[in-house]
């Protein structure tokens, strides 16, 4: 019986022993036995760079492998794949690119990079024909982007809604569960080491903003300036307007929102109320999801653990695994396209429901007022909710309004807020299906 070939040893140099990167070195030292028999793939952990060689951790790493200096990854000529879980745009550009230019392929998970700068690494990895895996830098281990690149890639995709930060979740769900207020939420959070001590990142906006330049750029195959992707946060939500639309039938998310028409894409992140019976309603917790719509494969629902040590990890193994392969068989990697940039369509001309909640003095008239404000301006009203109040003269007065324009929209909210009868700015949320 002929002797079984030794298989080819493929070897991994890791920027990063964080909480990411801890999990990454103990999937495939732990496991590194089923991972060959499963593969025939031989993967081996070279070398590890890390900012202290002194520094504490929860796992044991022999020394030698350790090193405060990056370079040593980079110009190790037996290093096949450069694992980057460090973080942050710079250096970490340039050492991805230093890789990349020395024969090595790139996994991270880096989606602050990946949207910002994206472009560029994305060419540097094209000029060396080089891999690079970025499926850990958008939804923890949801396969998303394999999904997108591979599954999906006869399919066009109509639009997505995607709950991409597992923080904004757990807060929208613990204020919707508990009747928190945002503080109260925030901190709990906080307690559970589910959000940041400085939580602006995900609470602003800016995390799933960057998830969505990613996801839409393989969506729609096109490049995503991160400037044109519309902004908002959770901060100034209130208890009483998950209450009341939980009242109404609906739910608030954060979504990072992508839908592709023929005059262009449209880009935005922002508290969305949802009817309860939407298959992104019931994602609760730290939980992420994506909802898509292909033309060929239909409605998708991908769901899973958007972060945490072992979840992102997974990400990450799976794209070394795949780089792996490729080296292992000696096949050249498929070219990555330089998609075109398609245009991104300002707010102004996005089209929407709306919910409207505004602060009112009770008095006759007043209402007729706000509606024949709106009229004027093209926004037809679906429904009005009138609550009562006990303890002031003015009385919160909510509106459902069919699809407007939003420039059409902020122009009929300038006027009322003057309104000496509206004593608060109005809470405005949009309406998606």
């Known amino acids: 019986m002929p002797r079984k070939e030794p298989s080819r040893a493929v070897n991994i140099g890791l920027l990063g022993l964080g909480t990411v990167g801890s999990g990454v070195y103990q999937i495939l030292t732990s496991e590194c036995r089923d991972i060959e028999r499963k593969t025939g793939l ?3 952990v070279k070398k590890i760079a890390v900012r202290s060689l002194h520094k504490k951790r929860k796992i044991r790493v022999p020394q030698r492998i350790l090193t405060t200096q990056v370079r040593e990854l980079i110009e190790d000529p037996s290093i096949d794949i450069f694992v980057e879980l460090a ?5 970490v550009k340039e050492w991805i690119s230093a890789a990349l230019r020395r024969g090595k392929h790139v996994v991270t998970a880096n989606k602050a990079l990946l949207a910002e700068e994206g472009l560029s690494v994305y060419r540097e990895s094209l000029r060396a024909s080089r891999r690079l895996g970025l499926e850990a830098s958008v939804c923890g281990g949801i396969p998303i982007i394999k999904a997108l ?10 639009h997505f809604f995607g709950i991409v930060n597992g923080t904004c979740n757990f807060i929208l769900t613990a204020m919707s569960r508990g009747s928190l207020s945002f503080q109260k939420a925030l901190a709990e959070a906080q307690a559970k080491g589910y959000a940041e001590r400085d939580p602006k990142l995900d609470i602003d906006g800016t995390d799933s903003a960057h998830k969505l330049a990613i996801l839409a750029r393989l969506a729609f195959r096109s490049e995503i300036p991160l400037r044109k992707i519309s902004v908002e946060g959770i901060r100034s939500l209130s208890g009483a307007d998950i209450e009341y639309a939980k009242e109404l039938g609906y739910v608030i998310k954060l979504l990072a929102i992508g839908k592709k028409w023929k005059r262009g894409l449209e880009l935005r ?3 969305t109320m949802l009817p309860l019976d939407h298959p992104l309603a019931s994602v609760r917790g730290v939980y992420n999801a994506v909802f898509l719509r292909a033309d060929r494969a239909g409605d998708l629902l991908f769901y899973g653990q958007g972060a945490g040590m072992f979840p992102t990890a997974s990400a990450v193994v799976s794209d070394i695994l795949d780089i792996a392969r490729n080296i292992s068989s000696g096949s050249r990697p498929a070219a990555q396209p330089l998609f075109p940039q398609l245009p991104v369509l300002p707010i102004d001309d996005v089209k929407s429901k709306y919910y409207l909640r505004f602060q009112v003095e009770d008095k006759p008239g007043v209402l007729g007022q706000i509606a024949r404000t709106l009229g004027r301006h093209d926004i037809s009203i679906l429904s009005v909710h009138q609550k009562e109040s006990y303890q002031s003269r003015s009385v919160p007065v ?4 069919y699809e407007a324009r939003e420039k059409d929209l902020r122009k009929a909210l300038g006027i009322i807020r003057a309104m000496r009868q509206v004593s608060e700015k109005p809470v405005v949320l949009r309406v998606e299906k």
């Open 269 to 271: 992140v922002h508290p």
């Open 149 to 158: 690149t591979e599954g999906l890639a006869s399919n066009r995709i109509s």
């Open 398 to 401: 909510i509106i459902l309004t």
């Open 42 to 44: 031989r993967l081996v």
């Open 87 to 91: 973080g942050g745009i710079h250096p």
